[in-house]
């Protein structure tokens, strides 16, 4: 399997257990699970479903927890378009862990990145997304003062300097074989993954000390990691603590990606609720059958059914509601309409508090731009 921030194969289910395995991850376990539950007293559902479901290194970061060394979170977003619901997930789980653990986040945008991978984007595009991207994150209700956006071109002067010391220790030949870059890939995309590492160090140094970090991320982040935890301690930093979480089917099926150039693909936050409802009417692959006399004696596959996926990675919180639906479904009692219509009116629901949130994170953006 191929699985980079810039190249993914379609993942199954019983890919990720794969992936951890080549990428060297642990497992999430019943143990670790209790350690995290001491300190914020219930799991995350992301946690009790396995959406999050491997780390590195989170038994230590929760050992220099309880030491009383306190840990920072760091997650990001390269702007190039519209935010789906995909984008939402670390950072709601993000929310969450600044919550139970009284973390600053810092969160990194780097306006660069798509520029330097994708010809068509100019850098007036991705600046426009930043701001557009920023208000998504502000709507989600993060503490202002215990969160810092980092703005690679706009916090250049801060970022730089200390990528230099990570670019450093970092090899070409490391960069070519970690994210697949040949001779004629540009120099600033070898050197974005160490613009990447710098949030996991930068507030030990304006602190003048070492602070262990935390970053949620999807699977496929992994590699700018990997990259950034071999470097630190050559440079006297602890190695960020990680946690990954699955990808978010697209709309298209269980292994298609979500992507937020292909609207058929995913649901955005702006989408207005007949946008929503013809997207997945039209788009949202079926686990059902292809009669409803079928689907009633023989149900449906809510394994393969997005609409269901959807509900167990996002839309449905409660436990026992989405074990109803899954054996409602299966059953074949509950039919692929009225799995859709219920997802719809769950997506309805929270984007109408999100897109009242974003309005509002206008006038209070500039609060979590990080000052120099």
């Not at 840990?71 to 789980?93: D, E, N, Q």
């Not at 693909?265 to 609720?273: E, F, K, M, V």
């Amino acid at each position: 399997m191929d699985l980079t921030p810039y190249r993914a194969e379609k993942i199954k289910e019983s890919d990720y257990g794969i992936l951890a395995k080549k990428f060297g991850l642990s497992l999430l376990n019943p143990e670790i699970l209790e350690k995290i539950k001491k300190h914020t007293k219930e799991l995350h559902f992301m946690l009790r479903r396995k959406i999050f479901f491997a780390h590195r290194d989170l038994e230590w970061l929760l050992d220099e927890y309880e030491k009383g060394n306190k840990f920072f979170l760091y997650t990001g977003r390269a702007p190039s378009g519209k935010i789906h619901i995909g984008h939402l997930v670390p950072w709601i789980f993000c929310k969450w862990l600044q919550e139970k653990f009284d973390a600053e986040l810092w969160f990194q945008f780097p306006d660069e990145e798509k520029f330097l991978f994708r010809k068509e984007l100019s850098l007036n595009e991705t600046e426009k997304w930043t701001y557009e991207n920023m208000l998504d994150v502000v709507a989600l209700g993060f503490n202002p003062k215990k969160t810092h956006f980092l703005i690679n071109t706009k916090h250049a002067s801060l970022l730089y300097k200390h990528a230099c010391m990570v670019a450093k220790h970092v090899t070409f030949s490391t960069v070519r074989a970690t994210f697949g870059f040949t001779n004629d890939s540009n120099i600033g995309s070898i050197f974005y993954t160490a613009m990447q590492a710098v949030p996991c160090f930068l507030p030990s140094i304006l602190q003048k000390k070492n602070i262990p970090c935390f970053v949620p991320l999807g699977i496929d982040q992994d590699p700018h990691f990997r990259i950034a935890r071999d470097v630190l301690p050559k440079i006297g930093f602890y190695k960020p603590a990680l946690i990954h979480c699955k990808l978010v089917p697209g709309l298209k099926g269980v292994g298609t990606k979500m992507s937020a150039s292909d609207p058929t693909s995913a649901i955005y936050t702006t989408d207005t609720p007949e946008e929503v409802r013809e997207k997945i009417m039209k788009h949202a692959f079926s686990g059902g059958k292809e009669t409803i006399e079928k689907h009633r004696k023989l149900g449906g596959n809510p394994e393969i059914d997005v609409s269901y996926q959807w509900l167990y990675y996002f839309f449905e919180t409660d436990d026992r509601k989405l074990e109803e639906i899954y054996f409602s479904y299966k059953k074949g009692t509950m039919l692929t309409k009225e799995l859709k219509e219920y997802l719809i009116e769950k997506i309805n629901s929270f984007l109408k508090k999100h897109q009242r949130a974003r309005e509002k994170a206008k006038k209070i953006l500039d609060k979590f731009i990080f000052k120099e």
